[in-house]
């Protein structure tokens, strides 16, 4: 099972990104979907989150500016960032909680590679 990351790149503060996050292999089905982002000598902080029913969870820096979404049927979640500002300026990871079917079912959690957000003031 793999998590393919895009979207990242240079935006103006003020501006937009969309992130997108695309699962593939032998998965049977997507529990929870989010996003994450990280910076040089930063942990690790969550920013987006999406359960397999659509419920949604946000970071309070990113409230009313990100928008998280997923389309099941493309094994896809997306993540929509308006009004960036330079601290948004980090990489960002996907996340997914993936049940996979080989002898038995299997709930895996999976990474993506980072996808880099550059905010220039």
């Known amino acids: 099972v793999q998590l393919q990351a895009s979207g990242g790149g240079l935006v103006q503060a003020g501006g937009s990104l969309r992130l997108s996050c695309a699962a593939s292999g032998r998965i049977f089905s997507i529990d929870d979907m989010g996003w994450y982002r990280q910076g040089p000598g930063k942990q690790r902080e969550a920013v987006a989150s999406i359960t397999g029913g659509g419920s949604t969870d946000y970071a309070d820096s990113v409230k009313g500016r990100f928008t998280i979404s997923r389309d099941n049927a493309k094994k896809t979640v997306y993540l929509q960032m308006n009004s960036l500002k330079p601290e948004d300026a980090d990489v960002y990871y996907c996340?997914?909680?993936?049940?996979?079917?080989?002898?038995?079912?299997?709930?895996?959690?999976?990474w993506g590679q980072g996808t880099l957000v550059t905010v220039s003031s």
């Open positions: 996340n997914a909680d993936v049940v996979v079917l080989g002898a038995t079912f299997e709930l895996l959690n999976v």
